[in-house]
Protein backbone atom coordinates (compact mmCIF):
# COMPACT_ATOMS: atom_id res chain seq x y z
CA UNK A 1 0.00 0.00 0.00
CA UNK A 2 1.02 3.49 -0.67
CA UNK A 3 0.30 5.55 3.10
CA UNK A 4 0.36 9.25 3.63
CA UNK A 5 0.50 10.33 7.56
CA UNK A 6 -0.26 13.72 7.71
CA UNK A 7 0.95 15.90 10.41
CA UNK A 8 2.19 19.35 10.79
CA UNK A 9 5.33 18.60 12.30
CA UNK A 10 7.65 16.14 11.60
CA UNK A 11 10.31 14.19 13.57
CA UNK A 12 13.14 14.39 14.51
CA UNK A 13 12.92 18.23 13.27
CA UNK A 14 10.86 18.38 16.06
CA UNK A 15 10.54 16.06 18.88
CA UNK A 16 7.68 14.88 20.93
CA UNK A 17 5.52 12.00 21.15
CA UNK A 18 3.17 12.10 18.59
CA UNK A 19 5.81 12.72 16.04
CA UNK A 20 8.17 9.31 17.44
CA UNK A 21 5.17 7.53 17.23
CA UNK A 22 4.61 8.00 13.48
CA UNK A 23 8.19 7.75 12.66
CA UNK A 24 8.42 4.44 14.37
CA UNK A 25 5.43 2.96 12.53
CA UNK A 26 6.58 4.72 9.02
CA UNK A 27 9.72 2.93 9.07
CA UNK A 28 8.41 -0.23 10.21
CA UNK A 29 5.53 0.11 7.81
CA UNK A 30 8.19 0.79 4.98
CA UNK A 31 10.34 -2.44 5.83
CA UNK A 32 7.19 -4.53 5.57
CA UNK A 33 7.37 -3.59 1.68
CA UNK A 34 4.76 -0.49 1.78
CA UNK A 35 5.43 3.23 0.00
CA UNK A 36 5.10 5.32 3.19
CA UNK A 37 5.08 8.85 3.05
CA UNK A 38 5.08 11.93 5.83
CA UNK A 39 3.20 15.07 4.74
CA UNK A 40 4.25 18.14 7.29
CA UNK A 41 6.12 21.23 7.16
CA UNK A 42 9.52 21.71 5.69
CA UNK A 43 12.80 21.70 8.16
CA UNK A 44 15.17 20.54 5.99
CA UNK A 45 17.13 22.35 2.85
CA UNK A 46 16.58 21.09 -0.81
CA UNK A 47 14.33 19.45 -2.39
CA UNK A 48 10.71 19.84 -0.76
CA UNK A 49 10.68 15.76 -1.07
CA UNK A 50 13.51 13.54 0.66
CA UNK A 51 13.93 9.78 1.40
CA UNK A 52 14.87 9.09 4.79
CA UNK A 53 15.54 5.64 6.12
CA UNK A 54 12.85 4.32 3.62
CA UNK A 55 9.98 6.74 4.23
CA UNK A 56 9.44 10.11 1.77
CA UNK A 57 8.97 12.80 3.62
CA UNK A 58 7.15 15.96 1.85
CA UNK A 59 7.74 19.21 3.14
CA UNK A 60 4.44 21.40 1.73
CA UNK A 61 5.31 24.94 3.31
CA UNK A 62 8.22 26.50 5.26
CA UNK A 63 7.87 25.83 9.03
CA UNK A 64 5.41 27.85 11.13
CA UNK A 65 5.77 29.20 14.76
CA UNK A 66 4.59 26.28 17.11
CA UNK A 67 3.37 28.57 19.76
CA UNK A 68 2.56 32.15 20.44
CA UNK A 69 2.51 33.49 24.43
CA UNK A 70 2.86 29.38 25.57
CA UNK A 71 -0.15 28.53 23.48
CA UNK A 72 -0.03 26.61 19.77
CA UNK A 73 -0.56 29.37 16.93
CA UNK A 74 -4.05 28.70 14.82
CA UNK A 75 -1.96 30.40 11.90
CA UNK A 76 -0.21 27.81 11.25
CA UNK A 77 -2.58 25.24 11.29
CA UNK A 78 -4.26 27.27 9.13
CA UNK A 79 -1.62 27.45 6.99
CA UNK A 80 -0.74 24.18 6.72
CA UNK A 81 -3.85 22.64 5.79
CA UNK A 82 -4.39 24.92 3.02
CA UNK A 83 -1.49 24.08 1.68
CA UNK A 84 -2.46 20.19 2.54
CA UNK A 85 -5.45 20.37 -0.26
CA UNK A 86 -3.20 21.20 -3.24
CA UNK A 87 -0.65 18.58 -2.63
CA UNK A 88 -3.23 15.94 -2.06
CA UNK A 89 -4.60 16.49 -4.79
CA UNK A 90 -2.01 15.83 -6.83
CA UNK A 91 -0.58 12.82 -4.97
CA UNK A 92 -2.04 9.26 -5.02
CA UNK A 93 -2.31 7.41 -1.77
CA UNK A 94 -3.83 3.98 -1.34
CA UNK A 95 -4.79 5.63 2.54
CA UNK A 96 -4.34 8.37 4.54
CA UNK A 97 -3.53 8.82 8.28
CA UNK A 98 -4.48 12.31 9.28
CA UNK A 99 -3.65 12.94 13.11
CA UNK A 100 -6.47 14.84 14.91
CA UNK A 101 -4.65 17.51 15.56
CA UNK A 102 -4.31 20.65 14.64
CA UNK A 103 -7.69 19.78 13.96
CA UNK A 104 -8.45 22.06 10.14
CA UNK A 105 -5.67 19.62 8.87
CA UNK A 106 -8.73 16.94 9.17
CA UNK A 107 -10.72 18.48 7.22
CA UNK A 108 -8.48 19.50 4.44
CA UNK A 109 -7.60 15.72 4.24
CA UNK A 110 -11.53 14.80 4.11
CA UNK A 111 -12.15 16.88 1.09
CA UNK A 112 -9.83 15.49 -0.88
CA UNK A 113 -10.95 11.69 0.41
CA UNK A 114 -14.54 12.50 -0.93
CA UNK A 115 -13.22 14.42 -4.41
CA UNK A 116 -10.91 11.50 -4.89
CA UNK A 117 -12.36 8.64 -2.98
CA UNK A 118 -9.52 8.11 -1.01
CA UNK A 119 -9.97 5.70 1.98
CA UNK A 120 -8.57 8.00 4.85
CA UNK A 121 -8.56 8.01 9.02
CA UNK A 122 -7.90 9.89 11.77
CA UNK A 123 -5.83 9.07 14.40
CA UNK A 124 -7.01 10.99 17.80
CA UNK A 125 -4.28 11.48 20.37
CA UNK A 126 -6.28 13.08 22.83
CA UNK A 127 -9.56 14.64 23.65
CA UNK A 128 -9.69 18.58 25.19
CA UNK A 129 -13.69 18.75 25.52
CA UNK A 130 -14.32 21.93 28.16
CA UNK A 131 -10.12 22.12 28.67
CA UNK A 132 -10.61 24.64 25.58
CA UNK A 133 -11.90 26.84 27.84
CA UNK A 134 -9.03 27.03 30.33
CA UNK A 135 -6.51 27.38 27.46
CA UNK A 136 -8.33 29.97 25.28
CA UNK A 137 -10.80 31.82 28.14
CA UNK A 138 -14.07 32.58 26.01
CA UNK A 139 -12.58 31.68 22.58
CA UNK A 140 -12.29 28.71 23.73
CA UNK A 141 -15.85 28.15 22.38
CA UNK A 142 -14.34 28.55 18.82
CA UNK A 143 -11.62 25.78 19.92
CA UNK A 144 -14.19 23.14 21.71
CA UNK A 145 -16.55 24.00 17.66
CA UNK A 146 -14.22 22.61 16.03
CA UNK A 147 -12.92 19.77 17.79
CA UNK A 148 -16.80 18.52 17.81
CA UNK A 149 -16.65 19.63 13.85
CA UNK A 150 -14.22 16.94 13.29
CA UNK A 151 -15.58 14.10 15.21
CA UNK A 152 -18.54 14.33 13.36
CA UNK A 153 -15.97 13.36 10.07
CA UNK A 154 -17.39 10.07 8.91
CA UNK A 155 -14.00 8.30 8.73
CA UNK A 156 -13.00 5.44 10.57
CA UNK A 157 -11.50 6.51 13.90
CA UNK A 158 -7.96 5.13 15.78
CA UNK A 159 -7.46 6.51 19.35
CA UNK A 160 -3.66 6.21 20.73
CA UNK A 161 -5.13 5.17 24.51
CA UNK A 162 -8.19 3.77 26.69
CA UNK A 163 -8.63 7.28 27.81
CA UNK A 164 -9.23 8.89 24.75
CA UNK A 165 -11.45 6.48 23.48
CA UNK A 166 -13.62 7.03 26.69
CA UNK A 167 -13.55 10.61 26.14
CA UNK A 168 -14.33 10.62 22.99
CA UNK A 169 -17.72 8.80 23.43
CA UNK A 170 -18.53 10.86 26.95
CA UNK A 171 -17.86 14.23 25.66
CA UNK A 172 -19.14 13.59 22.20
CA UNK A 173 -20.59 10.66 21.65
CA UNK A 174 -18.50 9.81 19.35
CA UNK A 175 -16.76 5.83 18.88
CA UNK A 176 -13.79 4.24 17.67
CA UNK A 177 -13.19 1.64 15.64
CA UNK A 178 -9.52 0.62 17.52
CA UNK A 179 -7.38 1.32 19.97
CA UNK A 180 -3.41 1.58 18.83
CA UNK A 181 -1.23 2.83 21.23
CA UNK A 182 2.61 4.32 20.97
CA UNK A 183 5.17 1.78 21.54
CA UNK A 184 9.04 0.57 22.17
CA UNK A 185 11.86 -0.96 21.00
CA UNK A 186 12.61 -3.15 23.45
CA UNK A 187 15.38 -5.01 22.21
CA UNK A 188 16.99 -1.39 21.54
CA UNK A 189 16.35 -0.08 24.78
CA UNK A 190 18.12 -2.97 26.19
CA UNK A 191 21.33 -3.21 24.47
CA UNK A 192 21.53 0.75 25.19
CA UNK A 193 23.99 1.57 28.45
CA UNK A 194 23.39 4.04 30.76
CA UNK A 195 24.81 7.10 30.39
CA UNK A 196 27.87 8.90 32.40
CA UNK A 197 25.17 11.48 33.88
CA UNK A 198 23.18 10.07 36.76
CA UNK A 199 20.17 11.30 38.92
CA UNK A 200 17.69 10.59 40.76
CA UNK A 201 14.55 11.85 39.24
CA UNK A 202 13.89 13.13 35.34
CA UNK A 203 11.54 14.67 33.42
CA UNK A 204 11.43 14.47 29.63
CA UNK A 205 8.73 16.15 27.73
CA UNK A 206 7.69 19.59 25.80
CA UNK A 207 7.92 22.42 28.17
CA UNK A 208 4.73 23.73 28.10
CA UNK A 209 2.49 25.10 30.65
CA UNK A 210 0.31 21.36 30.43
CA UNK A 211 2.97 19.68 31.48
CA UNK A 212 4.06 21.55 34.57
CA UNK A 213 7.49 20.81 34.69
CA UNK A 214 7.72 23.77 36.97
CA UNK A 215 5.60 21.94 39.65
CA UNK A 216 9.03 19.34 39.92
CA UNK A 217 11.02 22.08 40.38
CA UNK A 218 8.81 23.29 43.34
CA UNK A 219 9.07 19.58 44.98
CA UNK A 220 12.74 19.02 44.36
CA UNK A 221 13.01 22.69 46.76
CA UNK A 222 10.93 20.08 49.31
CA UNK A 223 12.74 16.88 48.62
CA UNK A 224 15.73 18.84 49.41
CA UNK A 225 15.00 19.12 52.71
CA UNK A 226 15.13 15.20 52.99
CA UNK A 227 18.05 14.44 50.36
CA UNK A 228 20.10 17.76 50.05
CA UNK A 229 22.07 16.04 47.25
CA UNK A 230 19.28 14.76 45.22
CA UNK A 231 20.16 15.51 41.96
CA UNK A 232 17.04 15.81 38.80
CA UNK A 233 17.17 16.49 35.21
CA UNK A 234 14.77 17.99 33.09
CA UNK A 235 15.29 17.27 29.38
CA UNK A 236 13.11 19.54 27.04
CA UNK A 237 12.15 22.27 24.66
CA UNK A 238 9.15 24.85 24.36
CA UNK A 239 7.43 28.22 25.68
CA UNK A 240 8.27 27.44 29.16
CA UNK A 241 11.80 26.53 28.87
CA UNK A 242 13.02 30.23 30.09
CA UNK A 243 10.87 30.78 32.85
CA UNK A 244 11.69 26.81 34.19
CA UNK A 245 15.41 28.35 34.21
CA UNK A 246 14.31 31.45 36.45
CA UNK A 247 12.26 29.07 38.91
CA UNK A 248 15.34 27.09 39.26
CA UNK A 249 17.63 30.30 39.45
CA UNK A 250 15.50 31.81 42.12
CA UNK A 251 15.39 29.12 44.36
CA UNK A 252 18.74 28.55 43.99
CA UNK A 253 18.25 25.20 42.57
CA UNK A 254 21.43 25.10 40.16
CA UNK A 255 23.28 22.30 41.89
CA UNK A 256 20.49 20.07 42.36
CA UNK A 257 18.64 20.41 38.60
CA UNK A 258 19.77 20.70 35.32
CA UNK A 259 17.94 21.20 32.61
CA UNK A 260 18.95 19.88 28.57
CA UNK A 261 17.12 20.47 25.58
CA UNK A 262 15.97 17.44 23.32
CA UNK A 263 18.70 15.32 22.41
CA UNK A 264 19.66 14.64 18.98
CA UNK A 265 20.13 10.70 19.18
CA UNK A 266 17.43 9.12 21.01
CA UNK A 267 19.60 5.96 22.66
CA UNK A 268 21.29 9.05 24.54
CA UNK A 269 17.65 9.94 25.96
CA UNK A 270 17.65 6.38 26.85
CA UNK A 271 20.73 6.30 28.38
CA UNK A 272 20.03 9.02 30.51
CA UNK A 273 16.15 6.87 31.64
CA UNK A 274 18.38 4.24 32.67
CA UNK A 275 21.14 6.21 34.67
CA UNK A 276 17.94 7.58 36.94
CA UNK A 277 15.71 6.19 39.42
CA UNK A 278 12.10 7.83 39.27
CA UNK A 279 10.62 9.19 35.91
CA UNK A 280 8.15 11.65 36.90
CA UNK A 281 5.19 13.62 34.35
CA UNK A 282 3.17 15.72 36.46
CA UNK A 283 1.12 16.42 33.36
CA UNK A 284 -2.77 17.41 33.12
CA UNK A 285 -2.84 16.54 29.09
CA UNK A 286 -1.38 13.42 28.00
CA UNK A 287 -2.72 11.38 24.53
CA UNK A 288 -0.72 8.42 25.88
CA UNK A 289 3.01 9.48 27.27
CA UNK A 290 5.52 7.55 25.29
CA UNK A 291 7.99 8.95 27.86
CA UNK A 292 6.60 7.01 30.33
CA UNK A 293 6.18 3.84 28.50
CA UNK A 294 10.05 4.12 27.46
CA UNK A 295 10.87 4.96 31.30
CA UNK A 296 8.78 1.92 32.52
CA UNK A 297 11.20 0.06 30.06
CA UNK A 298 14.24 1.30 31.60
CA UNK A 299 12.98 -0.35 35.07
CA UNK A 300 11.65 3.41 36.10
CA UNK A 301 8.39 3.75 38.50
CA UNK A 302 6.51 6.42 36.74
CA UNK A 303 4.81 9.30 39.34
CA UNK A 304 2.95 11.15 37.44
CA UNK A 305 -0.72 13.55 37.59
CA UNK A 306 -4.35 11.88 38.50
CA UNK A 307 -6.06 14.20 36.52
CA UNK A 308 -8.85 12.97 34.47
CA UNK A 309 -7.38 13.89 30.77
CA UNK A 310 -3.94 12.13 31.32
CA UNK A 311 -3.38 8.77 30.05
CA UNK A 312 -0.36 7.84 31.90
CA UNK A 313 -2.61 7.05 34.56
CA UNK A 314 -3.50 4.08 32.60
CA UNK A 315 -0.08 2.75 33.11
CA UNK A 316 0.41 3.76 36.06
CA UNK A 317 -0.53 0.45 38.65
CA UNK A 318 0.67 0.16 42.44
CA UNK A 319 3.35 -1.52 41.13
CA UNK A 320 4.70 0.41 38.07
CA UNK A 321 4.11 3.85 39.90
CA UNK A 322 2.17 6.09 41.75
CA UNK A 323 -0.08 9.34 41.09
CA UNK A 324 -0.12 12.59 42.79
CA UNK A 325 -2.54 15.62 43.48
CA UNK A 326 -1.48 18.92 42.22
CA UNK A 327 0.74 20.18 44.74
CA UNK A 328 4.19 20.42 45.09
CA UNK A 329 4.30 18.38 48.35
CA UNK A 330 2.08 15.53 47.62
CA UNK A 331 4.20 15.09 44.20
CA UNK A 332 7.61 15.55 46.73
CA UNK A 333 6.02 12.78 48.63
CA UNK A 334 5.35 10.00 45.74
CA UNK A 335 8.68 10.88 44.61
CA UNK A 336 10.39 10.08 48.02
CA UNK A 337 8.36 6.66 48.26
CA UNK A 338 9.37 5.70 44.77
CA UNK A 339 12.97 6.40 45.27
CA UNK A 340 12.68 4.25 48.33
CA UNK A 341 10.59 1.30 46.45
CA UNK A 342 12.58 1.55 43.21
CA UNK A 343 14.67 -1.67 43.41
CA UNK A 344 11.73 -4.00 44.54
CA UNK A 345 9.39 -2.03 41.28
CA UNK A 346 12.35 -2.30 38.66
CA UNK A 347 11.32 -5.91 37.27
CA UNK A 348 7.74 -4.94 37.76
CA UNK A 349 8.11 -1.96 35.34
CA UNK A 350 9.68 -3.50 32.31
CA UNK A 351 7.02 -6.59 32.46
CA UNK A 352 4.55 -3.81 32.26
CA UNK A 353 6.30 -2.10 28.91
CA UNK A 354 6.56 -5.47 27.38
CA UNK A 355 3.05 -5.50 25.56
CA UNK A 356 3.98 -2.38 23.74
CA UNK A 357 6.33 -3.76 21.36
CA UNK A 358 6.75 -1.80 17.99
CA UNK A 359 6.48 -4.92 16.11
CA UNK A 360 2.79 -6.01 17.69
CA UNK A 361 1.42 -2.58 17.19
CA UNK A 362 2.41 -2.00 13.37
CA UNK A 363 0.88 -5.05 12.64
CA UNK A 364 -2.35 -3.89 14.00
CA UNK A 365 -1.92 -0.85 12.50
CA UNK A 366 -1.22 -2.68 8.77
CA UNK A 367 -4.18 -4.55 9.33
CA UNK A 368 -6.82 -2.02 10.02
CA UNK A 369 -5.51 -0.35 7.52
CA UNK A 370 -5.80 -2.98 4.96
CA UNK A 371 -9.71 -3.43 6.17
CA UNK A 372 -10.36 0.18 5.87
CA UNK A 373 -8.78 0.10 2.17
CA UNK A 374 -10.84 -2.73 1.46
CA UNK A 375 -13.88 -0.91 2.54
CA UNK A 376 -13.27 2.61 0.82
CA UNK A 377 -12.52 3.85 4.07
CA UNK A 378 -16.44 4.18 4.88
Not at 120 to 146: A, H, N, S
Not at 298 to 314: E, K, M, Q, S, Y
Request: aromatic fraction near 8%; charge should be neutral.
Amino acid sequence: MKIAFVYDVIYPYVKGGVEKRIWELAVRLSSRGHDVHIVGMKYWEGPDSVKKDGVTLHGICPPQPLYADGRRTISEAINFSARLIPFLMREEFDIIDCQQFPYFSCISTKIISRLKKTPMVITWIEVWGDYWYDYLGKKGYWGRLIEKCVTRITSPKIALSRLTASRLMSVYGSPVDVIIPAGIDGAAIRTILRARERSDVIFIGRLIREKNADLLVRATRELIRMHPEICVIIVGEGPEFTRIQEIINENRLGKNIAVHPFLDDHHDLIALLKASRVFVLPSVREGFGITALEALACGLPVVTLDHPANAVRDLVTEKTGFLCRASAEDLALKIQVALEKHDEMRDSCIFAAEPYEWDRIVADLENFYISVAGTGGK
